[in-house]
Structures are given as structure tokens and as C-alpha cells.
T-cell receptor, first 114, second 114 residues
Framework: DQQVKQNSPSLSVQEGRISILNCDYTNSMFDYFLWYKKYPAEGPTFLISISSIKDKNEDGRFTVFLNKSAKHLSLHIVPSQPGDSAVYFCAASVASGGSYIPTFGRGTSLIVHP | DGGITQSPKYLFRKEGQNVTLSCEQNLNHDAMYWYRQDPGQGLRLIYYSQIVNDFQKGDIAEGYSVSREKKESFPLTVTSAQKNPTAFYLC?????????????FGDGTRLSIL
């Protein structure tokens, strides 16, 4: 039973346009939500996070929105660039002994066309 | 340059053999983690450790073993009891405490069965 779901396996966007990646979760106990970006044959790199007490967090071209009532979060990339082409993992975490251990979704492969 | 080093990048195993994947970090992080990624799947937690000489099972620990004799090292052994070991294995580390801290990942080891 997946606690974190990314229902779109892939997304194709033109350079300069907005990319919107979506994620749903089922566990209302999650404290933090985060996005990781992964290139082929590399490990994921942390992109952006949001606390459960906020509804928006922005970092440059990347903005994450959290809708707790709908148990939904989204990542907006504006404007999209070809270098953004990667797999994006949504994750949600709870505190465990001082560390936040994330539960990952299956990922969405973003392709940004020039 | 601080980071996480996983070796080897590619590993082949004969059926019935144990094999050990190496993970070393020089970030001075207390917590270390092992994940498994299968095609079309998210990252699933195998084991994690928050302190030297202590570790906890994750969601899919069966057929795996770990040790944490040094802060900077967290090797994973894939035993012959793991019936489907072919996968991409990722090691991660994070700071403990002080609120949310994201995980830092290595570049992974791809294990294949001959």
C-alpha cells in the first residue's frame, strides 16, 4: 500500500513553460514533504522541502505547494529548462529518533524539450 | 570535497553468493541509510543507523545485513537469502537532530545476478 503516490510516470514540457509535478499522500502524520531530483546513474539530490505547517515554499525557479486537506503537494518549475530533465521523487517524512526518514513515491520523469 | 562514496558502481554476483556493497561518507553525518530502487519503483528503505554499533531494519530488510563499526562507514551485505537481489542500491546519510535535515545520497551500486 503506497503512502506516497506519484500518479504520472512521465511529463513532457516545452522549454520556458511551467512544469507541474504532482504527489498525493495518505498518512496525515507526515511532518515534512520534499522533492528530490535524480539523473540517470546518479544518486538523488535534494531539491526543496516544505513543513506541514506551511502551504508554500519557494526557491528560485522551484516552488512547492502543500494542500493538507487534500493530502496533495505539487512542485512547480518556472521557467522549465532542458537541464531540468530528470526523474523527480516526491517524499514525505516523520521524525524518528532525531532523523527524518522519508517515504518515497515512484517518481515522475520530466522531459523538457528545447 | 565532502560526500558519499559507493563502490563498486557495478557488481555481479553468482547465485548463492553473498556480496558486500561499500558506503563511506566524510560529511561527519551521524545517520546512514540503505535504499533499494527497482525499475518504476520508488526508493525502499532496507536498513538505517543513527549511531555507531546500532542499526534498525527498514521496510525490506529480509535477506540483507549491515554493520556500523565506524561513523563514516555503513556496508551492506546482500546474502544468498535475498531471492531477488538485482537492483540499484543507494546509500545516504544525514545530520541528526536540529529539525528537518535532508538526506545526501551516493551515486549507487547496480547489482546484477549472473
Amino acid at each position: 500500500d503506497q503512502q506516497v503516490k506519484q500518479n504520472s510516470p512521465s511529463l513532457s514540457v516545452q522549454e520556458g513553460r511551467i512544469s507541474i509535478l504532482n504527489c498525493d499522500y495518505t498518512n496525515s502524520m507526515f511532518d515534512y514533504f520534499l522533492w528530490y531530483k535524480k539523473y540517470p546513474a546518479e544518486g538523488p539530490t535534494f531539491l526543496i522541502s516544505i513543513s506541514s505547517i506551511k502551504d508554500k515554499n519557494e526557491d528560485g525557479r522551484f516552488t512547492v505547494f502543500l494542500n493538507k486537506s487534500a493530502k496533495h503537494l505539487s512542485l512547480h518549475i518556472v521557467p522549465s529548462q532542458p537541464g531540468d530533465s530528470a526523474v523527480y521523487f516526491c517524499a514525505a517524512s516523520v521524525a524518528s529518533g532525531g532523523s527524518y526518514i522519508p517515504t518515497f513515491g515512484r517518481g515522475t520523469s520530466l522531459i523538457v524539450h528545447p | 570535497d565532502g560526500g558519499i562514496t559507493q563502490s563498486p558502481k557495478y557488481l555481479f554476483r553468482k547465485e548463492g553468493q553473498n556480496v558486500t556493497l561499500s558506503c563511506e561518507q566524510n560529511l561527519n553525518h551521524d545517520a546512514m541509510y540503505w535504499y533499494r530502487q527497482d525499475p518504476g519503483q520508488g526508493l525502499r528503505l532496507i536498513y538505517y543507523s543513527q549511531i555507531v554499533n546500532d542499526f534498525q531494519k527498514g521496510d525490506i530488510a529480509e535477506g540483507y545485513s549491515v554493520s556500523r563499526e565506524k561513523k563514516e562507514s555503513f556496508p551492506l551485505t546482500v546474502t544468498s537469502a535475498q531471492k531477488n537481489p538485482t537492483a540499484f542500491y543507494l546509500c545516504a546519510s544525514s545530520i541528526l537532530g536540529g529539525g528537518f535535515q535532508p538526506q545526501h545520497f551516493g551515486d549507487g551500486t547496480r547489482l546484477s545476478i549472473l
